[in-house]
């Protein structure tokens, strides 16, 4: 009896063993293909399914330097700018500008020191010289000015009169209105309303600040209108800043 235990142990052990190693080899081989997960290489890559590609370098053209990359920064990637109108070109008056009365002029008669010198326009228009007198002047240019003066000093005062006439100060503008400091003001060349505000104080707190109204005189009458603050003014311009009801 006991040698048929000892033997029936045996087989039941090595049964036992056998189904263990046979579970065993399963375990260790796969029957289908298994699904291996690649590294990503980035967050965008996780995020969006596509590979991160890296922004081009900024290259810079000229100098080098912060100011250099900012500048070729802007330059690939332009930002859209709105602009309320088109703005005019810088006006520069010279041989083109009609005077009238403000401006205040420089008169040169070569060889005559008792003539050259400065004279202002006055009320009326003209300008008043020794010799000749009263000259017009309001809507001439100094080039006919000049030739006007020089055909009156021709006549019976010199013979061969050379005169130059060249602008000293140009006539006031005036602004009025939503400024810190509304009033009369010397022209500079080239400015815009948003320089006749800056010169008047700036705004006030209730100033509407996007667009003003400009009057513009000349000889055919006066013109008004609604303009951005980058219109360019001319010499006696009135800029009127309105108030903003909200």
């Not at 969006?48 to 100011?67: F, K």
């Not at 021709?154 to 060249?166: F, H, L, Q, T, W």
Request: neutral net charge.
């Amino acid at each position: 009896m006991p040698v048929a235990r000892a033997f029936r142990w045996s087989i039941l052990t090595a049964s036992l063993a056998a189904s263990a190693a046979l579970a065993l080899g399963g375990c260790m081989q796969t029957a289908g293909p298994v699904a291996v997960m690649q590294p990503r290489a980035d967050l965008d890559s996780m995020a969006y399914g596509q590979p991160y590609s890296a922004p081009q370098p900024v290259v810079v053209a000229d100098g080098g330097g912060a100011i250099g990359a900012l500048r070729n920064s802007f330059a690939s990637s332009p930002m859209p700018v709105g602009y309320a109108a088109p703005m005019a070109a810088p006006v520069r008056y010279d041989a083109s500008y009609h005077l009238d009365a403000g401006d205040k002029l420089r008169v040169v008669v070569y060889g005559q020191e008792g003539l050259t010198n400065s004279y202002a326009i006055d009320a009326g228009g003209s300008i008043t010289m020794p010799l000749i007198g009263a000259v017009p002047a309001r809507g001439r240019t100094t080039a006919g000015l000049a030739g006007d003066i020089g055909a009156r000093l021709r006549n019976g005062y010199i013979r061969e009169p050379s005169v130059a006439v060249e602008i000293e100060a140009y006539r006031p503008f005036f602004i009025l209105g939503e400024v810190l400091a509304p009033g009369q003001y010397p022209y500079v060349p080239n400015m815009t309303v948003e320089s006749a505000v800056a010169i008047a104080g700036g705004f006030s707190p209730r100033a509407k600040r996007d667009v003003v109204t400009v009057t513009h005189t000349e000889a055919g009458g006066a013109m008004r209108a609604v303009v951005p603050l980058g219109t360019p003014l001319a010499p006696g311009d009135t800029v009127f800043v309105g108030e903003r009801w909200f």
